[in-house]
Protein backbone atom coordinates (compact mmCIF):
# COMPACT_ATOMS: atom_id res chain seq x y z
CA UNK A 1 0.00 0.00 0.00
CA UNK A 2 0.78 3.72 -0.19
CA UNK A 3 2.35 5.69 2.38
CA UNK A 4 -0.02 8.87 3.36
CA UNK A 5 2.08 11.90 5.00
CA UNK A 6 -0.52 14.47 7.05
CA UNK A 7 1.32 18.35 7.84
CA UNK A 8 1.32 20.13 9.59
CA UNK A 9 0.20 17.69 12.83
CA UNK A 10 -0.75 20.57 14.57
CA UNK A 11 -2.22 23.66 13.78
CA UNK A 12 -3.11 26.43 16.03
CA UNK A 13 -4.99 29.22 14.96
CA UNK A 14 -7.14 33.05 16.04
CA UNK A 15 -10.35 32.98 15.17
CA UNK A 16 -10.89 34.26 11.34
CA UNK A 17 -7.74 33.38 10.51
CA UNK A 18 -6.59 30.80 6.72
CA UNK A 19 -5.10 27.81 7.05
CA UNK A 20 -3.83 25.18 4.59
CA UNK A 21 -3.34 21.36 5.41
CA UNK A 22 -0.85 19.04 3.54
CA UNK A 23 -1.36 15.20 2.39
CA UNK A 24 1.37 13.96 0.48
CA UNK A 25 1.24 10.21 -0.45
CA UNK A 26 4.02 7.77 -2.02
CA UNK A 27 2.02 7.08 -5.28
CA UNK A 28 -0.75 7.66 -7.48
CA UNK A 29 -3.92 7.51 -5.84
CA UNK A 30 -7.26 7.05 -7.59
CA UNK A 31 -9.31 7.78 -4.26
CA UNK A 32 -8.25 10.44 -1.58
CA UNK A 33 -10.57 11.90 0.57
CA UNK A 34 -10.40 14.73 3.33
CA UNK A 35 -12.49 14.02 6.95
CA UNK A 36 -12.79 15.99 9.88
CA UNK A 37 -12.96 14.11 12.72
CA UNK A 38 -15.26 16.06 15.50
CA UNK A 39 -14.18 16.28 19.16
CA UNK A 40 -17.09 13.10 19.47
CA UNK A 41 -14.94 11.18 17.92
CA UNK A 42 -17.09 10.91 14.73
CA UNK A 43 -15.61 11.12 11.05
CA UNK A 44 -17.40 13.83 8.85
CA UNK A 45 -17.05 13.41 4.97
CA UNK A 46 -15.48 17.04 3.79
CA UNK A 47 -14.04 16.23 0.37
CA UNK A 48 -14.18 13.49 -2.44
CA UNK A 49 -11.13 14.50 -4.47
CA UNK A 50 -8.83 11.71 -6.47
CA UNK A 51 -7.99 14.54 -8.80
CA UNK A 52 -8.92 18.96 -9.59
CA UNK A 53 -9.92 21.05 -7.32
CA UNK A 54 -13.62 21.36 -5.45
CA UNK A 55 -15.39 24.14 -2.79
CA UNK A 56 -17.84 23.40 -0.13
CA UNK A 57 -18.19 27.22 1.41
CA UNK A 58 -14.98 28.10 3.50
CA UNK A 59 -13.39 24.91 2.75
CA UNK A 60 -12.10 24.20 -0.21
CA UNK A 61 -9.38 20.98 -1.36
CA UNK A 62 -6.95 20.48 -4.49
CA UNK A 63 -5.30 17.25 -5.66
CA UNK A 64 -2.14 17.20 -7.77
CA UNK A 65 -2.17 13.87 -8.36
CA UNK A 66 0.97 13.87 -10.74
CA UNK A 67 2.88 15.01 -7.90
CA UNK A 68 1.09 13.15 -5.25
CA UNK A 69 0.00 15.74 -2.85
CA UNK A 70 -3.52 17.18 -1.95
CA UNK A 71 -4.60 20.61 -0.16
CA UNK A 72 -7.05 21.41 1.88
CA UNK A 73 -7.97 24.82 2.67
CA UNK A 74 -10.10 26.38 5.34
CA UNK A 75 -10.79 30.14 5.06
CA UNK A 76 -11.97 32.19 8.24
CA UNK A 77 -11.83 29.78 10.64
CA UNK A 78 -14.38 29.51 13.25
CA UNK A 79 -14.46 27.68 16.71
CA UNK A 80 -15.88 24.36 15.07
CA UNK A 81 -13.35 24.03 12.81
CA UNK A 82 -11.52 22.35 15.51
CA UNK A 83 -10.83 18.68 15.39
CA UNK A 84 -8.50 16.61 13.47
CA UNK A 85 -8.11 16.64 9.35
CA UNK A 86 -7.43 13.39 7.72
CA UNK A 87 -7.02 12.43 4.55
CA UNK A 88 -6.67 8.99 3.04
CA UNK A 89 -5.61 7.40 -0.18
CA UNK A 90 -5.64 4.41 -2.09
CA UNK A 91 -3.42 3.46 -5.24
CA UNK A 92 -4.37 1.56 -8.15
CA UNK A 93 -4.09 -2.09 -7.75
CA UNK A 94 -4.54 -2.19 -4.04
CA UNK A 95 -7.99 -2.90 -2.16
CA UNK A 96 -7.45 -0.72 1.12
CA UNK A 97 -7.27 3.16 2.12
CA UNK A 98 -4.60 4.17 3.50
CA UNK A 99 -5.17 6.99 6.69
CA UNK A 100 -2.49 9.61 7.74
CA UNK A 101 -2.36 10.50 11.37
CA UNK A 102 -4.17 13.75 10.65
CA UNK A 103 -3.47 17.41 11.66
CA UNK A 104 -4.94 18.31 14.68
CA UNK A 105 -6.44 22.17 14.45
CA UNK A 106 -7.36 24.28 17.20
CA UNK A 107 -8.89 27.31 16.62
CA UNK A 108 -8.67 30.20 19.65
CA UNK A 109 -11.51 32.50 20.06
CA UNK B 1 -32.87 9.15 7.10
CA UNK B 2 -30.31 6.45 5.48
CA UNK B 3 -27.08 6.32 7.13
CA UNK B 4 -24.77 3.80 9.47
CA UNK B 5 -25.67 3.24 13.13
CA UNK B 6 -23.18 1.28 15.56
CA UNK B 7 -24.08 0.44 18.48
CA UNK B 8 -23.17 0.71 21.62
CA UNK B 9 -21.52 3.89 22.07
CA UNK B 10 -19.60 3.21 24.99
CA UNK B 11 -18.78 -0.53 26.04
CA UNK B 12 -17.04 -1.56 29.13
CA UNK B 13 -15.65 -4.74 29.52
CA UNK B 14 -13.59 -7.35 31.62
CA UNK B 15 -10.54 -8.88 30.23
CA UNK B 16 -11.28 -11.93 29.21
CA UNK B 17 -14.65 -11.37 27.73
CA UNK B 18 -15.48 -11.50 24.09
CA UNK B 19 -18.10 -8.87 23.03
CA UNK B 20 -19.78 -7.88 19.85
CA UNK B 21 -20.03 -4.60 18.24
CA UNK B 22 -23.46 -3.48 16.02
CA UNK B 23 -23.00 -2.03 12.22
CA UNK B 24 -25.90 -1.39 10.56
CA UNK B 25 -26.47 0.45 7.58
CA UNK B 26 -29.55 1.40 5.49
CA UNK B 27 -27.28 3.27 2.26
CA UNK B 28 -28.06 -0.22 -0.07
CA UNK B 29 -23.89 -0.12 0.27
CA UNK B 30 -21.95 -3.14 -1.06
CA UNK B 31 -18.80 -2.72 0.81
CA UNK B 32 -18.21 -2.09 4.90
CA UNK B 33 -15.30 -1.79 6.73
CA UNK B 34 -13.87 -2.06 10.73
CA UNK B 35 -11.73 0.46 11.54
CA UNK B 36 -9.86 0.66 14.89
CA UNK B 37 -8.46 4.37 16.08
CA UNK B 38 -5.69 4.99 19.15
CA UNK B 39 -5.41 8.12 20.75
CA UNK B 40 -3.55 10.53 18.83
CA UNK B 41 -3.26 8.04 16.17
CA UNK B 42 -4.86 7.80 12.71
CA UNK B 43 -6.96 4.86 11.39
CA UNK B 44 -6.22 1.15 10.34
CA UNK B 45 -8.10 -1.10 8.86
CA UNK B 46 -8.99 -4.62 10.99
CA UNK B 47 -11.64 -6.45 8.65
CA UNK B 48 -13.78 -5.24 5.33
CA UNK B 49 -16.39 -6.70 3.09
CA UNK B 50 -16.99 -6.26 -0.05
CA UNK B 51 -20.07 -8.76 -0.69
CA UNK B 52 -22.49 -10.47 1.45
CA UNK B 53 -20.84 -13.74 3.05
CA UNK B 54 -17.63 -12.63 2.46
CA UNK B 55 -14.81 -10.62 4.30
CA UNK B 56 -11.18 -10.21 3.65
CA UNK B 57 -8.65 -9.39 6.62
CA UNK B 58 -7.04 -6.36 7.02
CA UNK B 59 -3.96 -4.68 8.70
CA UNK B 60 -4.92 -6.25 11.90
CA UNK B 61 -7.36 -8.51 12.15
CA UNK B 62 -5.39 -11.03 14.59
CA UNK B 63 -7.78 -11.19 17.97
CA UNK B 64 -10.72 -10.22 16.05
CA UNK B 65 -13.76 -11.47 14.32
CA UNK B 66 -16.64 -10.69 11.67
CA UNK B 67 -19.18 -12.21 9.69
CA UNK B 68 -21.69 -10.48 6.99
CA UNK B 69 -24.92 -12.62 6.54
CA UNK B 70 -26.77 -9.96 5.99
CA UNK B 71 -25.62 -6.48 3.23
CA UNK B 72 -27.27 -3.95 5.79
CA UNK B 73 -24.91 -5.73 8.51
CA UNK B 74 -21.25 -6.04 9.72
CA UNK B 75 -21.24 -6.84 13.69
CA UNK B 76 -17.28 -7.35 14.93
CA UNK B 77 -16.85 -9.03 17.89
CA UNK B 78 -13.43 -8.69 19.78
CA UNK B 79 -11.94 -11.40 21.18
CA UNK B 80 -10.40 -12.19 24.67
CA UNK B 81 -7.35 -13.06 22.10
CA UNK B 82 -6.99 -9.39 21.57
CA UNK B 83 -4.06 -8.23 23.84
CA UNK B 84 -4.92 -4.43 23.56
CA UNK B 85 -8.60 -4.11 22.95
CA UNK B 86 -9.56 -0.50 24.19
CA UNK B 87 -9.51 1.48 21.45
CA UNK B 88 -12.12 3.27 19.49
CA UNK B 89 -13.59 1.34 16.63
CA UNK B 90 -15.09 2.93 13.75
CA UNK B 91 -17.62 1.02 11.21
CA UNK B 92 -17.38 2.28 7.60
CA UNK B 93 -19.18 1.38 4.03
CA UNK B 94 -19.00 2.71 0.60
CA UNK B 95 -21.41 1.97 -2.53
CA UNK B 96 -18.60 0.89 -4.70
CA UNK B 97 -16.73 -2.63 -3.90
CA UNK B 98 -13.20 -1.65 -5.93
CA UNK B 99 -12.58 0.58 -3.11
CA UNK B 100 -12.89 3.78 -5.23
CA UNK B 101 -15.88 4.75 -4.08
CA UNK B 102 -16.40 7.56 -0.95
CA UNK B 103 -16.30 6.51 2.24
CA UNK B 104 -19.20 6.74 5.09
CA UNK B 105 -18.92 6.44 9.14
CA UNK B 106 -20.94 5.65 11.91
CA UNK B 107 -20.47 7.54 15.05
CA UNK B 108 -17.72 4.71 16.60
CA UNK B 109 -18.03 2.57 19.49
CA UNK B 110 -15.37 3.61 22.38
CA UNK B 111 -14.59 0.23 23.89
CA UNK B 112 -12.67 0.00 27.59
CA UNK B 113 -11.18 -3.18 29.03
CA UNK B 114 -11.37 -3.44 32.77
Known amino acids: GIQVEQSPPDLILQEGANSTLRCNFS?????LQWFHQNPWGQLINLFY???GTKQNGRLSATTVATERYSLLYISSSQTTDSGVYFC???????????FGTGTRLTIIP | DGGITQSPKYLFRKEGQNVTLSCEQN?????MYWYRQDPGQGLRLIYYSQIVNDFQKGDIAEGYSVSREKKESFPLTVTSAQKNPTAFYLC?????????????FGEGSRLTVL
Open chain 1, 49 to 51: IPS
Open chain 1, 27 to 31: DSVNN
Open chain 2, 92 to 104: ASSIETSNTGELF
Open chain 1, 88 to 98: AGLNFGNEKLT
Open chain 2, 27 to 31: LNHDA
